[in-house]
């Protein structure tokens, strides 16, 4: 994953008649909220996550057509056996592999169809065993191209990430600011999340694409990668020298 350099403003804020005032003030109550003129950093920061997609769908196709139905199946079922044998030995889990099958009469034949939907978490074992389909079996076997996707807990996590990672590029803002003014930095009052965006590619990918040829797999996964973009704005007290003289 990626982060982009965070951009961040901060304001140092107090109350101008705060010494004037002082003695008039009534003192606040306990538990109650803060009291006027308290000293704080208010600090904006951003930040960019990217991740490559973590599941690849990939459909496999057999079909027959013969006089007989049952030489149809038979034809199909003999090569969806090994498929499947196939994609158990390569350890895809039965819960991602998905079997359908078609039955039609077309003019004096019966044609058959056997789909199977195969979903991937490793990429690498994908690869191996399309290739090793594609060497065993005949062109009656189609095998599609992978499809490339996110499932929704990974996206909900670089959301998060990109969050949490503005956050503390906010917090890093501000500490950097209050030792600049000579100043504490204290506990965080306020975290606003301010603007979120999300885009699919790399934006590194800059090399166009050549439309005469198949995409490879990594620029597959470069077109579907997902990057989140974070700005929060956070509000950080400012520790008080009586609270510091405390500590100390």
């Known amino acids: 994953m990626e982060i982009s350099p965070a951009q961040a403003f901060a304001a140092l804020w107090s109350d101008p008649d705060q010494e004037n005032t002082k003695r008039s003030r009534p003192k606040p109550e306990r538990g109650g909220t803060k009291a006027q003129g308290e000293r704080e950093v208010q600090v904006s920061a951003s930040a960019e996550v ?3 997609p973590n599941r690849a769908r990939v459909y496999v196709l057999v079909s027959s057509s013969k006089e007989a139905v049952a030489q149809a199946k038979c034809s199909v079922n003999r090569r969806l056996d090994y498929i499947v044998q196939s994609v158990r030995g390569h350890g895809v889990r039965e819960d991602n592999i998905t079997v359908t099958k078609d039955i039609r009469r077309v003019e004096n034949a019966y044609q058959m169809e056997a789909e199977v939907c195969i979903i991937f978490s490793d ?4 690869e191996n065993l399309c290739n090793l389909l594609v060497e065993k079996l005949d062109s009656s076997v189609i095998i599609g191209s992978p499809q490339f996707y996110h499932t929704t807990e990974a996206v909900e996590n670089i959301r998060r990430q990109a969050c949490l990672r503005a956050v503390a590029n906010s917090r890093r803002k501000a500490f950097d600011v209050c030792r600049l003014l000579g100043q504490s930095l204290g506990r965080p009052l306020i975290i606003r999340e301010e603007e979120t965006k ?4 790399l934006a590194s990918e800059s090399t166009p694409p050549d439309n005469t040829r198949p995409l490879t797999l990594q620029q597959q996964i470069s077109n579907t990668s997902v990057t989140v973009y974070s ?4 509000t950080f007290e400012l520790k008080s020298k009586d609270n510091l003289k405390r500590n100390n």
């Open 50 to 52: 990217s991740a490559p």
């Open 123 to 126: 990429f690498g074992q994908m």
């Open 198 to 201: 999300e885009s699919e590619g």
């Open 231 to 234: 700005k929060v704005f956070v």
